[in-house]
């Protein structure tokens, strides 16, 4: 059995490397990194999880999503050089990873839970927009300013006649294979790789460096050396790795439960962040970008037949290999072939047709992920997925404060029947009231009595339970009497101890009681 997943475990892992490699090399020019960074995070945290993570095919280096978070914690960290830069995201990474260290001992893996799906879905269509916008300086031979993505297109759209020609049709060529690669043979090629392949074969040939077609230029062979964080940059980069940690986590989880198949370990989340905080500490101190588990790469590695996570520490030798003997091939890359790729991968983000399957569900959903969106694109990422977290926590807040409340048909005009759908506590309580009040008002026939259906209230405050006095006494001005059915043993006992409630409930108590003192033999039977 071993040896049969070996021999599936290799190939898998093979194949994805093609995957991985020419797209870890475009996503460190996203953060604004030398694409060696990008292979080095192709090899440590790839290895890591492998021999920590629990998902089988989940192949874990970096993300489109996580290199413009990179990118935000670099340009935080202002660096002057290249040095400066890779110290920057070696900090940012380990601090990532600490993070999520931190989160599973806790078990926190329930956080995730935070970021609904509309503001994922939001979130990530921001930041593929806000991706591309800044690759049209590559992709058109021009030099780009700007922090958003208005301002980012708006310097594309005003160089445009500074285009480079020949930068401008290679880079058309490349979108043009990419897509028709993606939309007609996604297996049979890999699209980066055959791009970043072409890429190098034409510049060689024509010569286009000389020619004004910007390319990579020199790429250092040989291991990274150890790179230690710079405690200096830790209050600059904390609130950037904390918003890596929760999106590589997110897009982890998300990643591994799309591929789970039957017979596969179950996830276990809190493991999860153990993983891969290890992942992106061993990443950052062998000089690679934050990692996480990519849905594409994930998919190609499942598909290409990964039994176990040793698949993943294939891709990782064949990227140590490339890193070792193969960096001179890309000296002549241009960077139009990356930028190329990058846009490619980033359009996937951009998936409207969910936003709007979402939005026909509920139309809160297509607010929540529309304001992520142009959160995203006006304010930076970070800044744009606390904008639809913040909106999404508050809809929530609203819907419990302001509860429905049911009228149960079926009873005697004297008596009117109500259930309120959801719980009530001390910061929805006074509207509860309010429109209990409105309801009995509005009713043609005064009843006599008010009957709540508590069912769905197992539990109160101490605010409830006064309120619930007042409110008995703004009935009993209106000559209406209160009566409560499915008042659970929680609430009752509760109530009990109010002095204003305790002699109406302590009947109901007692019977509630011996209830469950007739029902336990039938238990014990």
């Not at 440590?44 to 492998?50: D, E």
């Not at 050089?81 to 599973?104: E, K």
């Not at 072939?337 to 509920?362: F, N």
Request: aromatic content about 4%; some cysteine; proline content about 5%.
């Amino acid at each position: 059995m071993g040896w049969a997943r070996l021999r599936a475990d290799i190939p898998a892992g093979v194949t994805t490397a093609a995957v991985v490699i020419p797209q870890a090399m475009a996503y460190a020019t996203i953060a604004g990194l030398p694409v060696q960074v990008g292979l080095y995070t192709a090899i440590v945290p790839l290895l890591v999880y492998a021999l920590v993570g629990t998902s089988r095919p989940l192949s874990v280096s970096t993300t489109s999503t996580i290199a413009a978070l990179t990118a935000v914690a670099v340009a935080a960290a202002a660096p002057e050089t290249i040095a400066d830069a890779i110290q920057a995201v070696t900090t940012v990474a380990v601090l990532t990873g600490a993070i999520l260290l931190a989160a599973g001992a806790l078990k926190l893996g329930f956080l995730a839970d935070f970021i609904s799906l509309p503001v994922l879905a939001g979130f990530k269509a921001g930041t593929g927009l806000l991706i591309i916008s800044g690759q049209l300086g590559k992709v058109l031979g021009i030099d780009q300013t700007g922090d958003n993505f208005f301002q980012k297109t708006w310097s594309a759209i005003t160089h445009l006649p500074d285009a480079q020609g020949r930068t401008v049709v290679l880079s058309a060529l490349t979108l043009i294979l990419l897509v028709a690669i993606k939309r007609w043979a996604p297996r049979a090629f890999p699209g980066a790789l055959v791009a970043v392949a072409l890429g190098i074969a034409l510049s060689s040939l024509l010569d286009l460096e000389a020619k004004g077609v910007a390319v990579v230029g020199p790429v250092p062979a040989g291991l990274p050396s150890v790179e230690l964080p710079d405690l200096g940059l830790l209050e600059t980069l904390l609130p950037a790795a904390a918003g890596i940690a929760l999106m590589s986590f997110v897009e982890s989880i998300a990643a591994a439960r799309a591929f789970v198949q039957r017979g596969d370990k179950p996830l276990n989340a809190d493991r999860e962040l153990i993983a891969l905080g290890a992942a992106n500490v061993g990443s950052g101190i062998s000089q690679g970008m934050p990692a996480g588990g990519g849905l594409s790469q994930t998919a190609v590695n499942d598909a290409a037949g990964a039994r176990t996570p040793l698949a993943g520490a294939v891709t990782a030798g064949v990227a140590l290999l490339t890193v070792l003997f193969l960096t001179g091939l890309f000296e002549e890359l241009p960077e139009a072939s990356l930028g190329a790729v990058v846009i490619v991968a980033a359009a996937g983000l951009v998936d409207l047709d969910t936003i709007r399957a979402l939005g026909r569900i509920r139309g809160s959903a297509l607010v929540f992920a529309s304001a992520t969106v142009f959160g995203v694109l006006l304010l930076g990422v970070l800044d744009g997925v606390l904008v639809g977290v913040v909106l999404s926590m508050l809809g929530v807040v609203w819907r419990l404060n302001h509860p429905e409340i049911t009228v149960i048909e079926g009873r005697g005009d004297d008596e009117l029947v109500t259930r309120i759908e959801g719980p009530v506590y001390f910061a929805n309580v006074g509207n509860v009231h309010e429109q209990l009040l409105e309801l009995v008002d509005s009713t043609p026939v005064k009843p006599r009595s008010l009957v709540i259906d508590l069912v769905a209230i197992p539990d109160a405050d101490v605010t409830t339970l006064l309120r619930i006095a007042a409110f008995e006494r703004d009935l009993g001005t209106r000559d209406i009497a209160l009566r409560f059915e499915n008042a659970g043993p929680r609430l009752l006992e509760l109530a009990e101890r109010t002095p204003e409630l305790a002699d109406r409930c302590e009947r109901e108590l007692l019977e509630h009681r011996q209830r469950e003192g007739e029902a336990e033999p039938e238990r014990g039977q």
